[in-house]
């Protein structure tokens, strides 16, 4: 009796000793076999962190397409993005555009979709040249920045998309504003003030805005419409009151008996805090060793404000149309093509046509390039002789007459 009992209690111990060693062999082999898509997405951020992209990228589409419904894939996916960019080069660049702009397609809602957004603008944004070169990246780089404050305004990248929006377009304005500075100097007035609206009216930002300006106050005033000039002169003392043109903008204004406008508290503050902000200009060292960067330099942008977000298509309200006026004879010389006038546009309505002033009639685009006025000893502005000028004018067609007929005589000869 006294062994029976103790076999039982021998049998019952050991069965329930072997029950708990069982589940515990069992659970490693459960989890290993669970993981794999895990362990591969780790191993391939560990090579990205070395800078071994292609081994990285390699275990990442092993995970991609061996485990589709892992709970890894979408993060496969944007690291495939992520090394991409952090590869850097055009190459790199372009296809972690590539890539991230894939991982929105197919996951629009995750939390990280606004990121994937931020990068494809820092994609082109990267790839920037400078102001006076080509601009396709940076009007790109714009492009996609606006798009992210548009779909994701509340997300915390907010504040580093919107600087990056205002060096892209300090970018932008940069490369508007040399041009329009060539034209202006040039006396190539119609060219310089399209330009210059453009940029006062869709860069209020940008550094030299108060120069743009007043460069448009300057072109109205010699074309003698100082009501458009006095426009832009109340603009500076009213949206850029710390400027050092700020007190020549005043004189204008006076000048022309125009009430010189209050400046906009909000504009004292943000000039302020740019001001505490330090904002930096290159300094001869700085410009020198610039020659030997290919991107731009964006330390002049605005760090306070906010972006423009209309398109270029929706700021001018004006432009400037070749018109009678005379000539203006600032610096480069200006000639008849290069008179302007003012028309007012409102979206939606065609241009009023320019009419010719009492006794003066608008040349013609071929009578002003092609056709240059005689000298001034022979010229007599107050004269009014037509008929001289078309008899003057007929042997020059008809020596361009005969020309195109042999033209087409020895084509007729030789088809080639």
Same mark, same amino acid.
């Given at each position: 009796?006294?062994?029976?009992?103790?076999?039982?209690?021998?049998?019952?111990?050991?069965?329930?000793?072997?029950?708990?060693?069982?589940?515990?062999?069992?659970?490693?082999?459960?989890?290993?076999?669970?993981?794999?898509?895990?362990?591969?997405?780790?191993?391939?951020?560990?090579?990205?962190?070395?800078?071994?992209?292609?081994?990285?990228?390699?275990?990442?589409?092993?995970?991609?397409?061996?485990?589709?419904?892992?709970?890894?894939?979408?993060?496969?996916?944007?690291?495939?993005?992520?090394?991409?960019?952090?590869?850097?080069?055009?190459?790199?660049?372009?296809?972690?555009?590539?890539?991230?702009?894939?991982?929105?397609?197919?996951?629009?809602?995750?939390?990280?979709?606004?990121?994937?957004?931020?990068?494809?603008?820092?994609?082109?944004?990267?790839?920037?040249?400078?102001?006076?070169?080509?601009?396709?990246?940076?009007?790109?780089?714009?492009?996609?920045?606006?798009?992210?404050?548009?779909?994701?305004?509340?997300?915390?990248?907010?504040?580093?998309?919107?600087?990056?929006?205002?060096?892209?377009?300090?970018?932008?304005?940069?490369?508007?504003?040399?041009?329009?500075?060539?034209?202006?100097?040039?006396?190539?007035?119609?060219?310089?003030?399209?330009?210059?609206?453009?940029?006062?009216?869709?860069?209020?930002?940008?550094?030299?805005?108060?120069?743009?300006?007043?460069?448009?106050?300057?072109?109205?005033?010699?074309?003698?419409?100082?009501?458009?000039?006095?426009?832009?002169?109340?603009?500076?003392?009213?949206?850029?009151?710390?400027?050092?043109?700020?007190?020549?903008?005043?004189?204008?204004?006076?000048?022309?008996?125009?009430?010189?406008?209050?400046?906009?508290?909000?504009?004292?503050?943000?000039?302020?805090?740019?001001?505490?902000?330090?904002?930096?200009?290159?300094?001869?060292?700085?410009?020198?060793?610039?020659?030997?960067?290919? /991107? $731009?330099?964006? @330390?002049?942008?605005?760090?306070?404000?906010? !972006?423009?977000? +209309? =398109?270029? %298509?929706?700021?001018?309200?004006?432009?400037?149309?070749?018109?009678?006026?005379?000539?203006?004879?600032?610096?480069?010389?200006? /000639? $008849?093509?290069? @008179?302007?006038?003012?028309?007012?546009?409102? !979206?939606?309505? +065609? =241009?009023? %046509?320019?009419?010719?002033?009492?006794?003066?009639?608008?040349?013609?685009?071929?009578?002003?390039?092609?056709?240059?006025?005689?000298?001034?000893?022979?010229?007599?502005?107050?004269?009014?002789?037509?008929?001289?000028? +078309?008899?003057?004018?007929?042997?020059?067609?008809?020596?361009?007459?005969?020309?195109?007929?042999?033209?087409?005589?020895?084509?007729?000869?030789?088809?080639?």
């Amino acid at each position: 009796m006294k062994y029976s009992r103790t076999l039982w209690i021998t049998v019952l111990a050991g069965t329930l000793l072997g029950g708990c060693f069982g589940k515990k062999r069992a659970a490693p082999v459960a989890g290993t076999s669970a993981e794999p898509d895990k362990l591969l997405y780790a191993r391939a951020i560990e090579d990205i962190k070395h800078n071994r992209y292609t081994v990285g990228r390699l275990a990442l589409q092993t995970l991609i397409n061996t485990y589709p419904d892992s709970e890894y894939l979408a993060k496969a996916k944007l690291a495939v993005g992520d090394s991409y960019y952090k590869e850097g080069g055009m190459a790199g660049l372009k296809q972690s555009i590539v890539e991230y702009k894939d991982f929105i397609t197919f996951f629009p809602f995750l939390d990280e979709a606004p990121y994937a957004q931020f990068q494809i603008g820092m994609g082109h944004y990267r790839q920037m040249e400078k102001p006076d070169r080509d601009h396709a990246e940076a009007v790109q780089a714009e492009a996609e920045l606006q798009t992210f404050l548009e779909k994701y305004p509340n997300s915390p990248l907010l504040p580093q998309v919107q600087q990056r929006l205002r060096e892209t377009q300090e970018v932008l304005a940069q490369g508007n504003f040399g041009i329009a500075r060539f034209y202006f100097i040039r006396g190539a007035y119609k060219a310089s003030g399209a330009r210059l609206l453009e940029l006062t009216n869709r860069y209020p930002l940008f550094s030299e805005a108060d120069k743009a300006n007043w460069m448009l106050g300057q072109i109205y005033e010699k074309t003698e419409h100082n009501d458009f000039a006095a426009r832009y002169y109340a603009r500076i003392v009213k949206d850029y009151p710390l400027s050092s043109l700020a007190g020549d903008a005043k004189a204008k204004l006076t000048k022309f008996g125009v009430p010189v406008p209050q400046p906009d508290p909000s504009a004292v503050a943000r000039m302020e805090e740019e001001r505490q902000a330090a904002r930096e200009r290159p300094g001869i060292m700085r410009r020198s060793l610039g020659i030997l960067k290919t /991107g $731009p330099d964006v @330390t002049t942008a605005a760090h306070s404000g906010a !972006p423009t977000m +209309t =398109p270029a %298509s929706e700021t001018g309200d004006e432009t400037l149309t070749l018109g009678t006026p005379p000539a203006l004879g600032m610096g480069g010389g200006a /000639g $008849p093509g290069n @008179t302007a006038t003012v028309e007012t546009v409102t !979206p939606g309505s +065609t =241009p009023p %046509s320019v009419q010719p002033t009492a006794g003066e009639t608008p040349p013609s685009a071929s009578e002003s390039n092609a056709n240059p006025p005689a000298s001034s000893s022979t010229a007599d502005p107050n004269s009014t002789q037509p008929a001289k000028d +078309t008899t003057a004018a007929q042997p020059a067609d008809k020596s361009q007459e005969s020309t195109s007929k042999k033209k087409k005589g020895i084509h007729k000869l030789i088809p080639w």
